[in-house]
Every structure is written in structure tokens, then in C-alpha cells.
């Protein structure tokens, strides 16, 4: 009975979000027509409907936009460090403190009597991460070197946004105001994470708004957004990866499990971006194929999976169809197609060499001629 009452909820939950996605995506919460924010939903809808899998990547800057980017990743993989270019008309690129962090960058101008500070910090083969501040005007580079650290409730001395992220802040310059904001992106691992949208005022920096891409108010698991019989293969899939404990620094199975969950995200909301994986399609069935038989319990989970996957297939289908608008070949071609791709998300088998380009056959979502939902 109670598993019966939690698959009724689960249900109830997955078909309140699949409601929500016929509107377009993404949006801001609370509704604001504040210049910041419209400027950052033009560039949220641009990155979101393009083809790249990350929502924290370099962001797509529309053309025409009024601010233009002045402190941001130059690339995806910032893992090699210094990472972030800076505009010289705004920020100076400072030294750090030995064995602390590695260097500051500095906003030349303070505004409403704040300054704009951005630390990184090395840590190691993962890059560097990275910390926001206002500052006030009157404090030197001298001052934040001695006195940053942990701020104590009621400290003025620096106030922080975030602390040690993986992914940096996005820095615009508003040329009509003079002034900066900030767009806090998600973190590796996190699903469809909603954007804050920060303004530079004279209490330093104020959350103007969210941009959000998807029904989910915060990150998320992505089974949420996806059709019942896709979250029960999800929930199989995530089950045969095991714990992953005492792995070491590479972590392999959280990766996994990171690419995966952030795959079941777009597959749900972003359909025409979901990447590609690392196998093909015959590499991982063999791959299973040889761990189910090691064990009766192996060869039972394979078997459960290879049962669902076509129910899974035909539910993404119609949920292709009820909430994108997609003819009913189209949508069979795209569910086919992104099951597959997330499908192969969760595992890395060996291989020799590398594998052919067919792998990354064209997503047909392209090849229908429509990127994103119907607006």
C-alpha cells in the first residue's frame, strides 16, 4: 500500500511539471522589468536554445545586447585554471596570497560606494573555484588580502555572494548606468539550476530576480520533469552504477552520475542539446552484456531494464508530443534518439581507439526544423 500511495504521488508530482512545460522556457520569477533582468532573460533564452548541453557554460550574448560581458569563463573546461578573461576597462588582475588563493580581480570603479571583487582559489587538477564579493570603496587590495576569510554575521567588511564555487560569476557592464551586475550560474551537477540575477547598488549586491528553465524551483532530480516510465528507468539505471565510495579523486561514478542526471534534465526541457556520450551503443550493450553475467542479481537488473526501456521510449514520446507539439513521427524520432544518448550518459566502458563519428548521429529534433517549444 504504501509503495502504491508514493507511485500515486510520484505521478501526481511528474504530471503537475509536464503541465508547466507547454509554456516557454526559460523565465523570470518573480516577473521584473528591470533592465538587468531582461537583459539577463535575453541571454538565458539564447543559451537555453542553443545546442550546447551546460547552462553554465559561456553563455550565448544576443546581438544588440545594451551590457556586454566584462568578467567570464573563456571556455567549458576551466579545469587547467586561470580561466576567466577579463575586460581591462573594468577589472585589474591582481596577485593573491600565497598558499590562499591564487588572484583577485579587482573592479577599477566602485559603484554606490561598492567594489566588485572575484577570487580564485587553485585547487589542483579541478582548476580553480571562485568567490564573489562586495567590498566597500574604501577598502585597497592591501586590506582584502589581511582581512578576507569567514565573515561573521553583521561584518561589513566584505560580503560574499558565494564562496569556492566550480563555476565563476558572469560580470556585465551596463553602458546607459555605468554600473556592473552579476549573473550567478549552476554548479556541475546541478539540473536545470535557476540563474540569480544580481544588481550593483548602494547595499552592494541585490538579487533583482530568477531566471528559471524549468518547473523545478531549485536543482533538482530530473526524474521530476520526466514521464513515469522514463524516471523508473532512470531510478534502474542509477541503481546498477553502485555506490562509488573510497573511488579517489577522479570520482568516476559521481561523474557519471553528474552527466547522467544533468542528460535526464535536457531530455526533459532541452531535447535538441543533450551532448554526446562517450561509448557507442553496441560498446555499452557488450559492456552489460559481460557484467550481467557475473551474477544472477546482475542478469535480473539488466533484464528489468531491457523490459522498461521501451515503455520508457514510448512514454517520452507522447510526452514529446503533449508539451512540445511535436507531429507524432517527430516525436517518436526524438524520444528514440534522446533515450539513447542518456541511455549510454551512464556508463564508460573500454574501448580501443575511437569510436566513429555515427555515434553522434544529427539529433533529429534539428532535423525537424524546430529548436524549442512552440512560444
Known amino acids: 500500500m504504501k509503495k502504491d500511495i508514493q507511485g500515486l504521488l510520484l505521478a501526481a508530482i511528474?504530471?503537475?511539471?509536464?503541465?508547466?512545460?507547454?509554456?516557454?522556457?526559460?523565465?523570470?520569477?518573480?516577473?521584473?522589468?528591470?533592465?538587468e533582468c531582461r537583459q539577463a532573460l535575453q541571454i538565458a533564452e539564447a543559451t537555453f536554445h542553443s545546442d550546447e548541453p551546460a547552462l553554465y557554460a559561456p553563455p550565448v550574448i544576443p546581438e544588440g545586447l545594451p551590457s556586454r560581458l566584462v568578467l567570464g569563463p573563456a571556455a567549458l573546461d576551466l579545469s587547467g585554471g586561470?580561466?576567466?578573461v577579463?575586460?581591462?576597462a573594468v577589472f585589474d588582475k591582481r596577485p593573491g596570497q600565497e598558499h590562499a588563493f591564487k588572484s583577485v580581480f579587482w573592479q577599477k570603479t566602485a559603484r554606490a560606494g561598492h567594489r566588485l571583487v572575484v577570487r580564485e582559489t587553485p585547487r589542483g587538477w579541478r582548476g580553480d573555484t571562485y568567490t564573489l564579493l562586495s567590498i566597500p570603496e574604501q577598502m585597497t587590495p592591501e586590506e582584502l588580502t589581511v582581512r578576507i576569510g569567514p565573515v561573521e554575521p553583521g561584518d561589513q567588511i566584505a560580503q560574499p555572494l558565494f564562496t569556492e564555487n566550480r563555476r565563476p560569476p558572469l560580470v556585465f557592464w551596463n553602458e546607459a548606468s555605468s554600473s556592473a551586475w552579476v549573473i550567478r550560474v549552476g554548479e556541475p551537477g546541478e539540473v536545470l539550476t535557476p540563474w540569480l540575477v544580481y544588481e550593483q547598488?548602494?547595499?552592494?549586491?541585490?538579487?533583482?530576480?530568477?531566471?528559471?528553465f524549468s518547473p523545478l524551483a531549485q536543482a533538482a532530480d530530473a526524474t521530476r520533469l520526466l514521464p513515469l516510465p522514463v524516471a523508473t528507468l532512470v531510478r534502474q539505471l542509477d541503481a546498477i552504477l553502485g555506490w562509488g565510495k573510497d573511488e579517489g579523486t577522479l570520482q568516476p561514478t559521481a561523474g557519471l552520475r553528474q552527466a547522467a542526471g544533468q542528460t535526464w534534465g535536457n531530455v526533459a526541457q532541452r531535447p535538441w542539446a543533450l551532448g554526446s556520450p562517450y561509448n557507442t551503443r553496441?560498446?555499452?550493450?557488450?559492456?552489460?552484456?559481460?557484467?550481467?553475467?557475473r551474477s544472477a542479481w546482475n542478469r535480473a537488473w539488466l533484464l528489468a531494464i531491457n523490459r522498461q526501456y521501451p515503455r520508457a521510449e514510448q512514454a517520452l514520446a507522447a510526452h514529446y508530443e503533449r508539451h512540445f507539439m511535436r507531429p507524432a513521427g517527430a516525436a517518436r524520432a526524438a524520444a528514440r534518439y534522446a533515450l539513447d544518448i542518456a541511455y549510454r550518459k551512464n556508463f564508460v566502458f573500454p574501448r580501443e581507439g575511437f569510436a566513429p563519428d555515427a555515434k553522434n548521429a544529427p539529433n533529429p529534433w534539428r532535423a525537424g526544423g524546430a529548436s524549442a517549444p512552440e512560444r
Open 14 to 35: 511528474v504530471s503537475a511539471a509536464g503541465s508547466a512545460q507547454a509554456d516557454a522556457w526559460p523565465r523570470l520569477s518573480p516577473h521584473s522589468t528591470a533592465t
Open 82 to 84: 586561470d580561466a576567466l
Open 86 to 88: 577579463a575586460d581591462p
Open 201 to 212: 547598488t548602494t547595499g552592494g549586491l541585490e538579487l533583482q530576480c530568477t531566471v528559471r
Open 282 to 293: 553496441a560498446e555499452v550493450d557488450a559492456g552489460l552484456s559481460a557484467w550481467a553475467g
